[in-house]
């Protein structure tokens, strides 16, 4: 599971509530990856970072903000939840070290719904 | 615009049988070409990947077959089991420091006895 956790792993909302995603990491990699999957959509980055305090948007990232204060780290907010927003989301990281460089590895997902 | 279109969306192959996806790809500059399997209420991960140097990379059952002249890249499942029934994605990158993984809209596999 290359050391990710997600949490919550499962939540339930209602429109117009703020939402926060949690994802930690233990390895201390720099880069860390925000996506929502969605039937029919596959996978959809929403926003990602290289670094602390560094951050970039993906190709969905209306409705969603992140920050990343340590390196550990990365929340994905949704300042006021849509049902639109309903999906799975996923975070994902890239070791900057050993094997590939290129790969990024997953974490379990958070299932939101938003009502 | 789609830069990584994945087919078919869904596939049903027999036991035993070769179960085949195929990918293609708009960016020539992507130079990293890996396959993602997710099993129901998991992650994705990764199984296997290929760089445009060579055509074909085999890991047991599984081979990657690349085409970049036609930039188009395919996933083989050989002797395929019914442990096998999964979504598969595959994605693309270039190697240029913090450029995410695009990724295919995903195939859902089933492998019947």
């Known amino acids: 599971d290359a050391g990710i956790t997600q949490s919550p792993r499962h939540k339930v909302t209602e429109t117009g509530t703020p939402v926060t995603l949690r994802c930690h990491q233990t390895?201390?990699?720099?880069?860390m990856y925000w996506y929502r999957q969605d039937p029919g959509h596959g996978l959809r980055l929403i926003h990602y970072?290289?670094?602390?305090?560094?951050?970039d948007k993906g190709e969905v990232s209306d409705g969603y903000s992140v920050s990343r204060s340590k390196t550990e780290d990365f929340l994905l907010t949704l300042e006021s939840a849509t049902s639109s927003q309903t999906s799975v989301y996923f975070c994902?990281?890239?070791?900057?070290?050993?094997?590939?460089?290129?790969?990024?590895?997953f974490g379990p997902g958070t299932r939101l719904t938003v009502l | 615009q789609q830069q990584v279109k994945q087919s078919p969306q869904s596939l049903i192959v027999q036991k035993g049988g070769i179960s085949i996806i195929n990918c293609a790809y708009e960016n020539t500059a992507f130079d990293y070409f890996p396959w993602y399997q997710q099993f129901p209420g998991k992650g994705p991960a990764l199984l296997i990947a290929?760089?445009?140097?060579?055509s074909e990379k085999k890991e047991g059952r599984f081979t990657i077959s690349f085409n970049k002249s036609a930039k188009q890249f395919s996933l083989h499942i050989m002797d395929s089991q019914p442990g096998d029934s999964a979504t598969y994605f595959c994605a693309a990158s270039r190697n240029s420091g913090n450029t995410p993984l695009v990724f295919g809209k995903g195939t859902r596999l089933s492998v019947i006895a």
């Open positions: 390895e201390n990699h720099r880069y």
């Open positions: 290929i760089r445009p140097d060579v």
């Open positions: 970072s290289y670094g602390v305090k560094d951050t």
């Open positions: 994902a990281i890239r070791p900057l070290a050993g094997g590939s460089t290129d790969t990024q590895y």
